[in-house]
T-cell receptor
Framework: SQKIEQNSEALNIQEGKTATLTCNYT??????LQWYRQDPGRGPVFLLL?????KEKRKERLKVTFDTTLKQSLFHITASQPADSATYLC??????????FGSGTRLSIRP | GAVVSQHPSWVICKSGTSVKIECRSL??????MFWYRQFPKQSLMLMAT?????????EQGVEKDKFLINHASLTLSTLTVTSAHPEDSSFYIC?????????FGPGTRLLVL
């Protein structure tokens, strides 16, 4: 069956450390993958997009990797700050133009 | 950048009434808009895909007669929850797509008493 999983429901990180979130998928062939941030009571906000032929993408303190062999994407936040606390969603755009959301990882950065 | 608005941001209604939620793309034209529902601590669940000028495509398990979608223009889609019941209480989010970019609205919190 087709599935998209994010590593854990919640992640607790000390401020200043690197937070790493995992997104694994099975039985999809994503054309591209996106990461979104969602704060409580708000809609998701786009962070980064990575295409199937790209290995890595960076934007300021954010880095995304995409391994189509492992069927995995990693999302890193370096020098994490309490303001980075939010739920992060992995979203797959399959080649069949379907949009599939991961369940999200709730990240908490403690001072 | 692309901005999507939703109105209202929250609504409380009595059971049996109908509620309309508007989704607008403010600075771009969106041929496709999506409607999602999100329950507490869960991810977004796609309800339907709305294409301008044509009927919406509903996901399996979503009642099209209960959740009426109208996409009358390239900047406006509406979702009407008909004869709302307490189990329809949820966070409804729309998004508008232009090419590979999808922009989400801020969401509408619906509480049915």
């Amino acid at each position: 069956s087709q599935k998209i999983e994010q590593n854990s429901e919640a992640l607790n990180i000390q401020e200043g450390k690197t937070a790493t979130l995992t997104c694994n998928y099975t039985n999809y062939s994503p054309a591209y993958l996106q990461w979104y941030r969602q704060d409580p009571g708000r809609g998701p906000v786009f962070l980064l997009l990575i295409r199937e032929n790209e290995k890595e993408k960076r934007k300021e303190r954010l880095k995304v990797t995409f391994d189509t062999t492992l069927k995995q994407s990693l999302f890193h936040i370096t020098a994490s700050q309490p303001a980075d606390s939010a739920t992060y969603l992995c979203v797959i755009y399959s080649s069949a133009s379907k949009i599939i959301f991961g369940s999200g990882t709730r990240l908490s950065i403690r001072p | 950048g692309a901005v999507v608005s939703q109105h209202p941001s929250w609504v409380i209604c009595k059971s049996g009434t109908s509620v309309k939620i508007e989704c607008r793309s403010l600075d771009f034209q969106a041929t496709t808009m999506f409607w999602y529902r999100q329950f507490p601590k869960q991810s977004l669940m796609l309800m339907a895909t709305s294409n301008e000028g044509s009927k919406a495509t509903y996901e399996q398990g979503v009642e099209k007669d209960k959740f009426l979608i109208n996409h009358a223009s390239l900047t406006l889609s509406t979702l009407t929850v008909t004869s709302a019941h307490p189990e329809d209480s949820s966070f409804y989010i729309c998004s508008a797509r232009r090419g590979a970019n999808q922009t989400f609205g801020p969401g509408t919190r619906l509480l049915v008493l």
